[in-house]
């Protein structure tokens, strides 16, 4: 038998045996904030036993927490994982946007200090990036840090950070050099949210959530040890860290990082009845055909990319991922909606679901995630811009 075979019988075994029944399926995810207390004590053991394997970062090198595993291994673990349904047991901007970025340009330092709390769920990051007036065109930004000897000074203001309220630590985009081309006088830097010099405040969603914040720095510091690449390089760091975010590679897992099957087959049969394993609806039964065959191809289409990249993340073509990943999931809900007729249209802020509501608790939770997935097309970087970014530097069509 292969190593890999081998590999993956091991695999199956350990997971049969390790992962829980309550950790199979939709249910809570970790993302290793100090702020959130997870309940579920299966979601909890899962967490404990991926941890000590190193499978909540399994292709890290196991010096920083990971599970050292090859590519190869890495998506024989997905596999596995997704045929019992299991849900990843961390899901955090540390695990999928600043751990690989510090992986490729942070220093032995920042590597030693700042991975190994990541792949053990002790805490969670926030991202830096939008301010007021400076999104899409993201290199206007205006938010300054100033050297101050073994620190920055950091002042100026964020918008949209999603998870600042819970997050312990952010990645942030900084201008250091006002005088630079725009692009060159930024730097990425790492500063801790619980200090006096950072404030949120809470945007509220037309879901009737606030998953993100303004957040304010008046005299922020930032130690320099945390400067990540070189003063006034940041861009770079910055653009890498984007492309690790719209790869998408989580979804790799049971469909998504929640460990939703994204599939619509189930509730159209539910819906409209089963003809011999058909669903018999015939104008729906074609609708959701097209929508599965969208997905199995984009998986397939993701996939691919992540094994001709040896198990890194791809570059520029990650846009084409954050594109087509977030029309599908727009797409799944819409359809969802759809079928379920006037049962998909809860009020979503004062409706209790199944706890003295009228619509039951997933038909809530459907119609949130409609609402949610809206801006799919907008966070990550509009899907405008991707498409400018596929055009220069996928297809490589002049400006
Ligand atoms: C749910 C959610 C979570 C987010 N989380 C974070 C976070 O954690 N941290 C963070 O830093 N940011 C976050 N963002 C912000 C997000 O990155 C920005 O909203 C996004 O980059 C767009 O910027 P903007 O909102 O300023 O829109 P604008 O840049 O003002 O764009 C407005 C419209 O113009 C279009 N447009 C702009 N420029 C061009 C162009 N050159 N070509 C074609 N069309 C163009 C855009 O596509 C868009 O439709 C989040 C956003 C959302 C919705």
Known sequence: MSDLANFREETRAWLAENCPPGARGPGPVSNGSTKITIKDADTLLWLERMVEKGWTVPNWPTAYGGGGLSNDQYLVLLEEMAAIHARPALSSFGTSMIGPTLLEFGTEDQKQRHL????????????????????SDLASLSTRAEDKGDHYLINGQKIWTSGAHHADWMFCLVRTDADAPKHEGISFVLLPMDQP?????????????????ETFFTNAIASKEDLVGELNQ??????????HERSGMESLVSGGAKGEVMSLVGEAKRSFGDQQGRIADGAYRSQVLKYEMDNRVFRMAQRRAVEE???????????????????LQQAYYDLLLKMRGTRGFPDTITDKGADNGQFSDKELMDTKQWLYYRAASIYSGSNEVQRNIIAKRVLGLPD
């Open 309 to 327: 990249s040896e198990g890194g993340t791809p570059g520029a073509v990650t846009s084409i991922f954050k594109v087509y990943g977030s029309e």
């Open 234 to 243: 940041g861009w770079t760091v910055g653009k890498r860290l984007l492309q």
């Open 116 to 135: 190994p709390p990541i792949a053990r769920a002790e805490l969670e990051w926030c991202q830096g990036y939008s301010e007021p007036g400076s999104g």
């Open 197 to 213: 010099g950072v404030e949120i405040r809470p945007i509220r969603l037309i879901s009737g959530e606030s998953p993100f914040n």
